[in-house]
């Protein structure tokens, strides 16, 4: 199933995108899509079972703002440098263990609201990421396996990174991941039945209509299951938390001097096979 939110910033209902990409009223289901309702089977049975039926209510998608397709997330674990061609493009040694840093919640927007380039930031960047939703409380899991067993869905996620802040401000790489606005999210909520393989996703990001990023997750260094094994080894997953798993070669630190990070007036658009795409204008803070 694709699961969506849509309609004004705070105040958004549950969706759906049916087999013929018709969007479809929820509310009557569900009162949201959040990890009480993805830990919930009878819930997701309900809306499994109304999606085959085909009459929930259309809603008309012209003009309709899609926020993110998670509502309530308690945390968002990101893994950095996870992909070999991303490791070899900064000079950095491949990990020997999965790099975990966070987002804070808040930091969470639509796909395609605007992206806040922060005050004095000289050196903004992108990152396409196959962001991984809990479905089931895992705490110290015991295989890849087990790790995979407790995702309830897959997203498109943006880790927006101001990499001064992130490397050259002294502390954790936290500074630099935080700002308002740095993680849109979406536009659906791709239950994990949909994708036959995590490992086996296409990433593309475009900067003003250039290509710069096109990658897959075959080369993770540490898979997902894997991730979710591993974080589970150092703090609870409940349902509705979300992993940002990393992103592949072609980010702005990259390339060569000059480096093109991000301005105001930029317009970014991504997405990942099956999962969907993004696009955002930024602006000034």
Not at 99 to 116: M, Q, R, S
Not at 182 to 201: K, S
Request: proline letters at 7%; a negative charge; glycine letters at 10%.
């Amino acid at each position: 199933m694709k699961l969506l939110r849509v309609g004004t910033t705070g105040a958004e209902r549950p969706a759906l995108l049916d087999a013929d990409g018709v969007l479809r009223d929820l509310t009557g289901v569900v009162g949201d899509i959040d990890g009480t309702v993805l830990a919930d089977d009878a819930a997701l049975a309900r809306v499994r079972a109304a999606a085959e039926a085909g009459d929930l209510p259309v809603i008309e998608a012209a003009g309709l703002r899609v926020g993110p397709p998670l509502g309530r997330i308690g945390k968002v674990v990101c893994i950095g440098l996870n992909y070999h061609d991303h490791a070899r493009e900064t000079g950095a040694e491949p990990p020997a263990e999965p790099v975990v840093f966070f987002k804070a919640p808040d930091t969470v927007i639509g796909p395609n609201d605007t992206v806040l380039v922060p005050r004095r930031s000289t050196k903004t960047d992108w990152e396409v990421e196959l962001a991984v939703v809990i479905g089931k409380t895992a705490r110290y899991l015991d295989s890849a396996a087990d790790g995979l067993a407790h995702v309830a869905g897959y997203a498109v996620a943006h880790d927006v990174s101001e990499r001064e802040f992130q490397i050259e401000r002294g502390g954790t790489w936290d500074k630099g991941k935080n700002c308002e606005t740095f993680n849109p999210l979406g536009p659906w909520l791709v239950t994990a039945d949909e994708i036959a393989d995590p490992q086996d996703l296409t990433l593309r990001l475009w900067v003003n209509g250039t290509l710069k990023q096109h990658g897959t997750t075959a080369e993770q260094i540490f898979p997902v299951g894997e991730v979710v094994r591993y974080v589970s080894q150092f703090m609870t997953l409940y349902p509705g938390d979300v992993i940002n798993t990393g992103t592949p070669a072609g980010v702005a630190m990259g390339h060569p001097d000059p480096k093109p990070y991000l301005r105001a007036g930029d317009v970014v658009e991504l997405e990942i096979t099956g999962l969907g795409r993004q696009r955002q204008e930024l602006k000034d803070a």
